[in-house]
T-cell receptor, first 112, second 115 residues
């Protein structure tokens, strides 16, 4: 079945540091890929998504590129802020199917 | 639009008690689903519905029932609560079409503790 593996946390960085959170996937079809973010005490929000190979999703300074050859969708940001502290989830869904398969989440803490 | 709303925000149950977690959306979304979030396990799909009158099981359905009598509401029922059901529960909905590119909107969650 489908699965998503993402970088173990927690991750602690200083403000303005470069961020990478790794995500790889296994899927039977040609999935769409997502990054969701969960701020403290809140539900999940879609951060960005990509639907086909070599697509780049971007939002709020975050980027991720759909790499079919390495089955990866790594999240990056050039300069993190304290307000980026949250839990980040990588997820996929198969074509024609709304069901999401999530990774375990990575807790990110940014210190001033 | 209120988006996806969930009630209650917090609940404590004793083993064996039953209860219903409420979920409602006002965006006319056909697809609705329930997930549970546990430490180190991400979110796991419990049940989902592709429209009124249609429900199906997800990855971890045991101990839970759902029904979908209207487009707006998708309640989750715990029949006989067990400590293993202590978790944070999220309801989500998305636009019709089933293209798998549609954004899913999540509610704020219900934190359930079973003693």
């Amino acid at each position: 079945g489908d699965s998503v593996t993402q970088m173990e946390g927690p991750v602690t960085l200083s403000e303005e540091a470069f961020l990478t959170i790794n995500c790889t996937y296994t899927a039977t079809g040609y999935p769409s890929l997502f990054w969701y973010v969960q701020y403290p005490g809140e539900g999940l929000q879609l951060l960005l998504k990509a639907t086909k190979a070599d697509d780049k999703g971007s939002n709020k300074g975050f980027e991720a590129t759909y790499r079919k050859e390495t089955t990866s969708f790594h999240l990056e940001k050039g300069s993190v802020q304290v307000s980026d502290s949250a839990v980040y989830f990588c997820a996929l869904s198969e074509p024609g199917n709304e069901k999401l398969t999530f990774g375990t989440g990575t807790r990110l803490t940014i210190i001033p | 639009n209120a988006g996806v709303t969930q009630t209650p925000k917090f609940q404590v149950l004793k083993t064996g008690q039953s209860m219903t977690l409420q979920c409602a959306q006002d965006m006319n979304h056909e697809y609705m689903s329930w997930y549970r979030q546990d430490p180190g396990m991400g979110l796991r799909l419990i049940h989902y519905s592709v429209g009124a009158g249609i429900t199906d099981q997800g990855e971890v359905p045991n101990g839970y029932n759902v029904s979908r009598s209207t487009t707006e509401d998708f309640p989750l029922r715990l029949l006989s609560a067990a400590p293993s059901q202590t978790s944070v529960y999220f309801c989500a909905s998305s636009y019709p079409g089933g293209t798998s590119t549609d954004t899913q909107y999540f509610g704020p969650g219900t934190r359930l503790t079973v003693l």
